[in-house]
């Protein structure tokens, strides 16, 4: 499937924005799989669906993406879903 590399930046929190301070950071979207985007950063990898690239996102190639690396991307963000939704359970018992 077809990915774009994006690049943009992004602020830690509202301090960082206020003040100019984001990083300029890469992330693969593919849009044929619900806008998934998958982002390396600081030794994570962050999987989103339905992203929405900002105004000042500057799109730098097309790349193929392996079917099977974004059949797993996706089960990771499901897996992630529902282990939020456990998560606010546990947090309850607190």
Do not use: W
């Not at 990771?76 to 607190?94: A, I, S, V, W």
Request: proline share 2%; charged share 25%; aromatic share 10%.
């Amino acid at each position: 499937m077809k990915g774009l590399i994006v690049e943009e930046t992004v602020y830690e929190g509202t301090l960082a924005f206020a003040h100019g301070h984001g990083q300029r950071i890469k992330r693969i979207v593919i849009p044929e799989a619900d806008n998934l985007a998958i982002t390396p950063h600081n030794g994570q990898i962050y999987i989103m669906t339905n992203y929405i690239m900002s105004d000042g996102s500057r799109i730098l190639k097309e790349t193929e993406v392996a079917d099977e690396l974004i059949q797993r991307c996706i089960e990771y963000k499901r897996m992630q879903d529902e282990f939020f939704q456990l998560f606010e359970t546990l947090e309850k018992l607190f």
